[in-house]
């Protein structure tokens, strides 16, 4: 494969990026297979990430590659308002029979960031439906993510996220972190400390009052920030205080949902069945972007009382239901069906856990934390350059090392395909343990 030119390097404002950085050396992937990446000149680099938390299915898997070129050859488009298409019906049947509860109804988006804004356009919508206007405030979490839509950004608790658009914010307040790494450090799954901070949303109440608040809406375990599973008890008790309140309750599963867990979703994991669940990346295994919100029958229901001619809901996206991205959700569910890998990540869970709490008392490491198959290590920062450790890290494995994973500040985090091996994993922190020694 030839080389990209400087003009074409150029062109390309990468999201999320140090552009500058990145021109002077890029990080090109070229070709991906199974568990691996390779780059232009064919080298392997396996995927400790599944992407960027999608591709559960892992790379290129041909079931998932057939559904999608029979799809462009059959229906390249069809539009989904005031009509329909077979395979966006069959992706949600198969979506909703997979969530538990009454989450019987999808609709779709394209990405987790119009599955955030989404969600709580419904969540606002049902309670002025309702004759409850005035709840209008949405109840997020520091340290989470979700999405970068104006509604996921006001929700969201990332500080850099949020400092520049201000004054564009939705009105939302916060619950404090669930992190705390006094009481938690290198927890080998759920804290067992943490789950009175719940009881802050009894605070937000009385501050704000109930008739103002719309919805809440958290991660289950908050994987953008750094991979923080929930302390023992928290959703559960979440979801009684928005239930004794009436406020809905809203799970952002775009990184949890489809096995990363273990489970179809968290909210079976966990076993607390939110109002609304927000879902996007391993739906198509990352295979054509899709995104949607799961939404309970009563708030369903609600919006199908006017006449027939009326539409129910203003809102929806061209794309919505794309019959390639549907096509590839069919492949893609039938695949993790198939061959049972929500099952396979439970069952690899403690393997994995193991591993990279292994590297405990290696230079700079912090903490660790693990859920699932997904974990993060925090670095001690230099001095005066935060970040800086973690970036320079995560440049050493992809060139030197032939892993690549997600670094977020000083934390490295890890979200392999659900087909990963034993010998993957061994691999993957194998390797880092050499890295860290040698810093």
């Known amino acids: 494969m030839s080389a990209l030119s400087t003009n074409q390097i150029e062109a390309f404002w990468l999201p999320f990026t140090p552009n500058t950085e990145f021109k002077r050396r890029p990080r090109i992937v070229a070709r991906a297979e199974g568990m691996y990446y390779f780059d232009q000149d064919g080298r392997r680099v396996l995927d400790a990430a599944a992407g960027l938390w999608c591709a559960n299915a892992g790379h290129c898997r041909p079931a998932i ?38 989450l019987n109804h999808v609709f779709f988006t394209n990405s987790g960031s119009e599955s955030t804004d989404t969600a709580v356009k419904l969540a606002v919508a049902y309670h002025r439906a309702r004759g409850e206007g005035t709840r209008t405030r949405i109840i997020g979490r520091e340290r989470a993510y979700h999405g970068v839509g104006m509604v996921g950004i006001s929700a969201g608790g990332l500080v850099n996220n949020k400092k520049w658009f201000n004054a564009l914010a939705f009105p939302a307040d916060h619950l404090t972190t669930t992190y705390n790494r006094k009481e938690q450090a290198f927890t080998n799954g759920l804290p067992t400390w943490g789950a009175h901070l719940a009881d802050e949303l009894e605070k937000l109440v009385a501050l704000h009052d109930a008739s103002t608040i719309a919805a809440v809406i958290v991660e289950p375990m908050a994987g953008s920030t750094g991979v923080l599973p929930p302390p023992e008890g928290y959703l559960k008790r979440l979801r009684e205080i928005a239930t004794k309140h009436g406020i809905l309750l809203i799970f952002d599963e775009v990184i949890t949902g489809f096995g990363r867990l273990g489970a179809a979703f968290a909210a079976e994991r966990f076993g607390v069945t939110p109002d609304l669940l927000t879902f996007a990346k391993g739906v198509t295994s990352g295979a054509a972007p899709m995104g949607g919100v799961l939404v309970d029958k009563k708030i369903y229901d609600q919006f199908m009382t006017g006449p027939d001619h009326a539409i129910d809901m203003f809102h929806g996206y061209t794309y919505s239901g794309h019959p390639l991205a549907a096509a590839a959700a069919c492949a893609t569910l039938d695949l993790y069906r198939d061959e049972g890998l929500f099952e396979r990540a439970k069952e690899l869970e403690g393997y994995f856990g193991d591993a990279i709490h292994s590297l405990k008392g290696k230079p700079y490491v912090a903490d660790i934390r693990n859920i699932g198959l997904a974990a993060a290590i925090d670095l001690d920062p230099i001095d005066g350059a935060a970040g800086k450790r973690g970036f320079d890290l995560m440049k050493t494995m992809f060139f030197d090392k032939d892993v690549m994973f997600r670094v977020a500040g000083d934390t490295l985090a890890f979200s392999p395909p659900l087909i990963v091996e034993k010998t993957h994993i061994d691999e993957m922190f194998g390797k880092l343990g050499e890295a860290l020694d040698a810093l």
């Open 65 to 102: 590659v057939k559904a999608i070129q029979e799809a462009a050859a059959t229906l390249d488009f069809a539009p989904s308002f005031q009509f329909g298409h077979p395979k966006a019906f069959e992706a949600a049947a198969k979506i909703a029979a997979l969530a538990p509860g009454d």
